[in-house]
């Protein structure tokens, strides 16, 4: 494994305070960086001063959108040590994600020693209050210069760093969905399960067309049906349904969670009944009708744990638990923030310190 080459900045950027940290606006002092060519394979992996990048304006990424990303977060303990959460599964789903977009793989080892060394390099930018972390994004971009359709023969894989607080406006507290019934993100076949640029642009329009009657995201649907529930804009979702806790069952057009998995594994942890299968809009709009609807929320590595108070649909208001925080979305929430920064015991071995 080549060794990690580190240039230091000379200066160190200010830091925000707590209550001005957004989510992903600030960067830190350094980020990684490691070039492909079909020549050397992946090389030159280095750290250096956080700074623009120079691309050529024909680079494959401006015209066809050859690229991927992850979230992750580094969190800080109560006696200063910091912490990462199931890194090894998100260096999993991006070689997955690499392969959608035929972007040869990187070793999994090698990138997360990336993740660790720039942290560690950058642990003074780790916030500390409450709801706070360090959230990572490595991302891969096609740097070729071509305007034929074909995959690029140069890429960077890139990992930078930001302070931040949390995701919605909302904080914790309940947000409101709207189910988009006109729009999809993605179909069986398509690259919905791959964390692509394309899906997030792609869902941009319905987000922005009820952003201002104050939904927070759209709900997205089965792109043929539209029927089945898939998940919403920046995480997975999970319905409590008379008793029963159900997420949709991955099938290709789902992005797999890291969150997801965890809370999976959690709620089972717990006894409670849980599943992954296919749900309708038409079945979660029933229970809420019969009163059985008793909870619904998001979870995602930004987002965390999301309650939502209530959903639209068809012009029909949905309101979950009176709009309030619900038992297990709570539950999940203080549990996972708990094991993510040491303030709770970690059974599942899911955290590694830095
Ligand atoms: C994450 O939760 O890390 C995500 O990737 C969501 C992001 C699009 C904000």
């Known amino acids: 494994m080549e060794k990690i080459k580190i240039t230091k900045s000379e200066t160190s950027k200010s830091k925000p305070t707590t209550d001005q940290l957004e989510f992903g606006r600030v960067f830190t002092d350094h980020m990684f960086i490691m070039d492909y060519s079909t020549e050397k394979g992946w090389h030159d992996p280095r750290i250096i001063p956080y700074q623009p990048l120079t691309l050529d304006p024909a680079s494959i ?102 302070p931040v607080g949390a995701y919605y406006k909302e904080g914790i507290n309940p947000v409101k969905i709207a189910v988009e019934n006109k729009f999809v993100r993605a179909v069986s076949g398509g690259t919905g399960e791959a964390k692509t640029a394309g899906n997030y642009a792609s869902s941009l329009k319905a987000q922005e067309l009820v952003a201002d009657k104050g939904y927070a995201q759209v709900l997205w649907l089965d792109g043929v049906e539209k029927k089945y529930v898939e998940e919403v804009g920046s995480m997975n979702v999970f319905f409590k349904i008379d008793g029963e806790v159900i997420t949709p069952a991955l099938n290709g057009s789902i992005l797999e969670g890291v969150t997801r998995s965890s809370v999976i594994d959690l709620l089972k942890h717990w006894n409670y ?30 987002a965390v744990i999301s309650p939502i108070g209530e959903l639209s649909w068809h012009g029909k208001n949905i309101e979950v638990n009176g709009g309030r925080t619900g038992k297990v979305a709570k539950q999940l929430y203080t549990t996972l923030t708990g094991i993510q920064t040491g303030k709770q015991a970690d059974p599942f071995n899911w955290t590694i310190n830095i």
């Open 61 to 162: 990424i401006f015209h066809y959108g050859q690229t991927v990303f992850e979230g992750l977060k580094a969190y800080l303990t109560p006696d200063e040590k910091v912490k990462l959460f199931r890194p090894e599964k998100n260096m999993k789903r991006l070689n997955r994600s690499n392969d959608r977009l035929c972007i040869p793989a990187i070793d999994e080892t090698l990138a997360l020693e990336a993740i660790t060394t720039l942290v560690g390099l950058d642990k003074d930018w780790v916030p500390s209050a409450e709801g706070t972390s360090l959230y990572i994004r490595p991302f891969v971009i096609a740097t070729e210069p071509y305007l034929g359709v074909a995959p690029s023969q140069n890429y960077q894989f890139i990992i930078i760093l930001s």
């Open 273 to 302: 009944p849980v599943s992954e299968r296919r749900i309708s809009m038409e079945e979660v709009f029933e229970a809420a009708k019969n009163g059985k609807l008793e909870e619904a929320f998001g979870s995602g590595t930004a």
